[in-house]
């Protein structure tokens, strides 16, 4: 999907908060962040969701596309969705500069920072998006 509509991203977004309060309802905060990423991707399987986990982020850089650099975004949802997901004491600036980065290098509008260690979830939640 090169160019979703912003109805298409706000579905999307619904669609991935739901299915992160289902997961963070059965495990609670607490784990791995890992957990969560894989827990996380087969709730939005069983939704019906496209996803890719893992996805390198090119950089470009003097004219040369950098793939091998290291940056890889948590999960890809039908081609134009960026999710961070996170398990830490609290979310820090560094962590809203990751996913804005990640949405200017991947040519993407909307992605979420979701962190499971919040207690209440609703807390952990950020969305964020990239003016392009």
């Known amino acids: 999907m090169n160019n979703p509509t912003n109805e298409k991203l706000n579905s999307l977004s619904?669609?991935?908060i739901d299915a992160a309060f289902a997961v963070h309802r059965?495990?609670?905060?607490?784990?791995?962040?890992?957990?969560?990423?894989?827990?996380?991707?087969?709730?939005?399987?069983?939704?019906?969701?496209?996803?890719?986990l893992e996805v390198p982020i090119p950089v470009l850089y003097?004219?040369?596309l950098m793939i091998e650099?290291?940056?890889?975004?948590?999960?890809?949802i039908e081609g134009c969705f960026i999710v961070e997901v996170k398990s830490q004491e609290g979310l820090l600036p560094v962590h809203k500069a990751q996913l804005l980065t990640y949405l200017k290098h991947a040519n993407k509008r909307l992605g979420l920072l979701i962190n499971f260690s919040s207690p209440l979830l609703k807390n952990g939640i950020v969305r964020l998006a990239n003016s392009l």
């Open 62 to 64: 003097d004219g040369q």
């Open 26 to 52: 059965e495990l609670g905060p607490g784990l791995l962040e890992s957990t969560y990423k894989a827990c996380l991707a087969y709730e939005m399987k069983k939704r019906g969701m496209q996803i890719a």
């Open 14 to 16: 619904g669609s991935v």
């Open 69 to 76: 650099v290291g940056y890889r975004m948590d999960i890809l």
